[in-house]
């Protein structure tokens, strides 16, 4: 069973970076699909970012331009690099392994403005 643990959460204000990592164990790590998604309260969990196994990208198009994902097969990990950050971006972000269906627990991004 694929575990995945994310990190790098925090508070920040508007304007600030941070970098999330997600490490998934076991061996599926560079044949699949990772993306990041975010839930605010109130509302429906959404798409960030994801990436395919040869790297290729895709945005949701309120972060295109401020985030940056990407990974490391050597290492098993995802990033979410955030640059200029939005009280917008506030969330709970999530972490999900496509095929094989696995979510993260989750790390909270706080921005204040």
């Known amino acids: 069973q694929v575990q995945l643990v994310e990190s790098g959460g925090g508070s920040v204000r508007a304007g600030e970076s941070l970098t999330l990592s997600c490490t998934a164990s076991g061996s599926l790590f560079k044949f699949d699909t990772f993306g990041w998604y975010r839930q605010a309260p109130g509302k429906q969990r959404e798409?960030?970012?994801?990436?395919?196994?040869?790297?290729?990208?895709?945005?949701?198009?309120?972060?295109?331009?401020?985030?940056?994902?990407s990974r490391d097969n050597a290492k098993n990990t995802v990033y979410l690099q955030m640059n200029d950050l939005k009280f917008e971006d506030t969330g709970?972000?999530?972490?999900?392994?496509?095929a094989v269906g696995a979510w993260g627990q989750g790390t909270q991004v706080t921005v204040s403005s």
């Open 47 to 69: 798409m960030v970012a994801t990436i395919l196994p040869g790297g290729a990208t895709d945005y949701a198009d309120s972060v295109k331009g401020r985030f940056t994902i």
């Open 92 to 98: 709970v972000y999530f972490c999900n392994m496509r």
